[in-house]
């Protein structure tokens, strides 16, 4: 590069001391004398320079600088690419000097008359002789003219409209401050006015204040920021609102040209524009409000249709008081726990301006065109932890062109990574997701407080986090009705384990959820000890966790027992079928009770079933200790415990295939994917890619049971101390917990379809099990011979392998045509 600039000097400096009389190509002179500074090749240089190109060829030393700041900058980008952008830089050059020396040929030819072929050199002559003669005068004008301004634009990568932009807001900017100078001095009391002379109660102009104060998030920070506010009259703002903010007046005082001066040029050429009707929002129209109703109407466009309750966030003045309608319950005795044990929301507020925005935007533009994709950033959505851009692609752009670039993307930004969302649904965009400088944490007080958590029916009510754009994202475990969370180590994974657990606690008292939690590590779980909702203490011995696992199942079926007797078709309808009896004063009858079993007895009443909720912190462990009884239970409990108020939350930080195997996947759909190393971690756990771009620290790509578009949530966070104080305050007003000392024992009796030791058979042994397992759901075809053919394997090996397939409930019986029926669901496409 340094070379260069030295060869730019040096021809500028031969250039500059030319000399007519020197020796040269085009004049021999006197060889002994030569004045030109570059010596003798100097001399010989500028002459031909001049006498084939006139005074362009001062454009020479100009574009051999320019190549080598080009070759600086790009030194981050691939070699092909660099190649492309420079010769795309030269071929500019080289039309913009033809053209250039042409026009000077034809108007400005008295002026060069030193050099030997006038102002625009041999070339100029040649092209305007020719074009002269073929168009005239208008006609070689304008087409001169047009070939200028497209070769400039390549040779310099300019976007004219850029340059009017600037150009209009610099006018605009020099009428502004003309006009704060006379008002100024015409009347002197107004510079000393209050930035908002008719500011209201809370320090805002009175036309802010005819809002709803919910549309505007944070008056503190709206206040000092007013003017740059002002760039964005959205149209979808009340008109009051717009006049206050487009207002000159209150400004006066105060100008900040730079806000005002980009907005009003690009904002009008940007309205004529026409928008996608799937994006009505104005380009780069910034969301920095996403407390503010109205944006929220929208922005579920974003998200895909869930199950789970998207709401708008609630600023967290707006929380519902620690609910008393939440906090205790309808029978009345005992309290739930108040919001004020966890740690109110603190924002930063330091999201990016929109002046930030607006120059990201051309960024992200511009670091696409330079990898060859024409884009135009549509609309701008900020959020606590990411800023998700819209991209409208140029047609015939492919959208995984742009997954492609994903990590040039990330290092072209100077970002840790950039995740790519390809379908948005409803709309024709995509997306682009880049993380904030500054990034906000999610409180979990924040979710609670939100409408959609307290609003929430459901018992199994989990509060998740915020969506990208800060809204909250609440599920209900009841539908999921298992999850599988994995990651990487540190990756979040704890942390969201607390807060879903206490999601139930704050939701549900131990009549409602009971809780069964399984931690190998000895570490994460332990806290929760003697809570009233738990079944058990603690499981960390792995044998007894087997056992809790074979208690539920067994349970699971005494619960399918009664349902079917009542004829009632889930827990909800056999609590209420319950409820309605101890109501009416004739409490029903346990009709599975058998007399012979305690002779003389009366059959005990049934009673509320409170639904359990079984939480392993790491899957991987118990596998290793347990074997592959585990996936057994596991598999038979996700597959019917959906209706008997059994939900499984299992959490592993090795998301290997030898863990989250086909059978255990195939059962459970609904999936957390918090950050990974490798995209093949995101395929183990969400059957695709995308894991493997997330930040950490709780951000996670959330697959709901319906659908196969993963939802970025930021995980909620919960410290150590706010569990310590849920904890306590749980122990303190409702006593010692009620345990069930079964679930932890041997089982004494044999549960149907489970064998109660491990047998060590293919399942255990046949390394090819797994593989065969999902080839069966997938193909969805159960038979011997098609496992046979698939695995090039022995009929002997493949007949027990389908057998075992359907000992553990993957496959039905087979058939008259040895076909058998897949009972387990397909896989999620990816
Ligand atoms: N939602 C969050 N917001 C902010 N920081 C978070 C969040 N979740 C986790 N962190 C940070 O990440 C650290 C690691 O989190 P956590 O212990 O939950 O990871 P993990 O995946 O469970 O790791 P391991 O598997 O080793 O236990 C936490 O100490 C915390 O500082």
């Not at 030569?34 to 030393?61: C, E, I, M, S």
């Not at 894991?691 to 150590?720: C, K, T, W």
């Not at 076909?819 to 999620?828: D, G, M």
Request: one cysteine or more; a negative charge.
């Amino acid at each position: 590069m340094w070379a260069l600039v030295c060869v730019a000097i040096y021809l500028s400096l031969s250039l500059m001391s030319y000399s007519p009389s020197d020796p040269g190509w085009s004049y021999v002179g006197d060889a002994t004398k030569v004045t030109n500074a570059g010596g003798r090749t100097g001399a010989w240089f500028a002459d031909v320079a001049f006498y084939l190109f006139g005074y362009f060829a001062y454009l020479l030393p100009f574009m051999v600088a320019w190549s080598a700041w080009l070759i600086f900058r790009g030194r981050s980008e691939d070699m092909a690419m660099r190649t492309w952008m420079l010769s795309l830089r030269w071929v500019g050059f080289l039309v913009t000097l033809a053209a250039g020396c042409a026009f000077a040929s034809m108007h400005l030819s008295g002026v060069g008359d030193v050099l030997p072929n006038g102002t625009g050199g041999g070339l100029g002559l040649l092209i305007s002789q020719r074009m002269l003669a073929a168009f005239n005068l208008t006609g070689a004008n304008l087409l001169l003219g047009g070939l200028l301004l497209v070769s400039l634009t390549l040779f310099f990568g300019i976007s004219w409209l850029k340059l009017l932009d600037t150009l209009g807001a610099s006018v605009l900017t020099g009428g502004r401050r003309a006009w704060t100078l006379l008002n100024g001095f015409l009347s002197p009391s107004r510079v000393e006015a209050p930035l908002y002379a008719d500011a209201g109660p809370n320090g805002l102009p009175e036309a802010l204040n005819l809002i709803d104060p919910s549309a505007v998030p944070d008056p503190e920070s709206v206040k000092p920021r007013a003017p740059a506010r002002s760039r964005k009259p959205s149209g979808r703002l009340p008109q009051a609102l717009q006049d206050a903010m487009t207002d000159p007046v209150p400004f006066a005082a105060e100008p900040e040209p730079e806000a005002e001066e980009s907005m009003t040029l690009a904002d009008l050429m940007r309205g004529q524009r026409p928008v996608p009707e799937a994006a009505p929002r104005i380009k780069r129209t910034v969301r920095r409000v996403p407390k503010n109703p109205e944006s929220q109407a929208e922005q579920p466009e974003l998200e895909p249709e869930l199950e789970e309750d998207v709401a708008k966030p609630a600023p967290v003045a707006k929380q519902k008081a620690p609910s008393r309608v939440m906090s205790v319950k309808a029978s009345g005795e005992r309290p739930l726990p108040p919001l004020e044990l966890l740690d109110a929301p603190r924002k930063s507020g330091r999201g990016y301006s929109p002046e930030q925005i607006e120059e990201l935007s051309r960024h992200v533009e511009k670091t696409l065109a330079d990898f060859g994709v024409v884009a135009e950033v549509v609309a701008v959505f900020p959020g606590p932890v990411v800023t998700l851009f819209e991209l409208q692609l140029a047609p015939g752009v492919k959208a995984s062109k742009i997954t492609g670039l994903a990590r040039d993307l990330a290092r072209a930004l100077t970002t840790i990574s950039v995740r790519v969302v390809e379908i948005i649904p409803g709309k024709s965009s995509i997306g682009i997701e880049i993380p904030n400088k500054q990034r906000e944490t999610v409180f979990l007080s924040e979710v609670f407080g939100s409408s959609a958590y307290q609003d929430a029916g459901s018992p199994l009510t989990i509060g998740l986090g915020t969506n990208i754009s800060g809204a909250p994202v609440v599920a209900d475990l009841a539908r999921m009705p298992h999850a599988l969370i994995a990651g990487t180590t540190g990756s979040g994974k704890s942390v969201a384990i607390n807060a879903m657990i206490l999601s139930l606690l704050y939701k549900s008292d131990p009549d409602d959820v009971r809780l069964i939690m399984v931690d190998p590590k000895m570490l994460e779980l332990s806290v929760y000890e003697g809570i009233p909702h738990l079944l058990t203490p603690v499981v960390t011995d792995m044998k007894e966790a087997a056992n809790a696992l074979r208690w539920c199942v067994g349970e699971m079926e005494r619960r399918y027992r009664l349902m079917s007797k009542l004829g009632v078709r889930n827990i909800g309808g056999y609590n209420r079928r319950v409820a309605e009896a101890e109501q009416a004063g004739e409490p029903i009858p346990d009709p599975t009770f058998n007399p012979a079993e305690a002779p003389g007895m009366e059959p005990p009443a049934l009673t509320h079933l409170p639904y359990v909720v079984v939480i392993i912190d790491e899957l991987a462990d118990m596998m290793m200790v347990v074997g592959k009884k585990v996936e057994e239970l596991i598999a038979r409990l996700a597959q019917k415990a959906r209706a008997s108020g059994i939900h499984l939350l299992l959490a592993t930080q090795r998301p290997s295939v030898d863990v989250l195997t086909g059978l255990i996947k195939a059962n459970i759909p609904t999936r957390m994917a918090f950050q990974v190393s490798s995209r093949i971690d995101s395929r183990t756990i969400l059957d695709q890619m995308g894991a493997e771009q997330l930040l950490g620290n709780g951000d996670m790509l959330y697959l709901p049971p319906s659908g196969n578009i993963p939802q970025r949530v930021h995980g909620a966070f919960v410290d150590d101390h706010e569990v310590h104080q849920v904890v306590d305050f749980l122990k303190s007003h409702y006593g010692e917990p009620d345990y069930i000392h079964d679930v932890l024992r041997e089982p004494t009796e044999m549960l149907p379809g489970i064998d109660p030791e491990p047998r060590g058979d293919t399942e255990d042994t046949d390394p090819l099990f797994d593989e065969a397992v999902q080839f069966v759901v997938e193909s969805r075809r159960g038979s011997i011979s098609g496992v046979q053919r698939r695995f090039k394997i022995g009929y002997n090996r493949a007949a027990r392998m389908v057998e075992e397939m359907e000992r553990i409930g993957i496959v039905g019986p087979a058939e008259t045509n040895g076909n058998r029926e897949v009972l387990a669901p397909p896989p999620i496409d990816d």
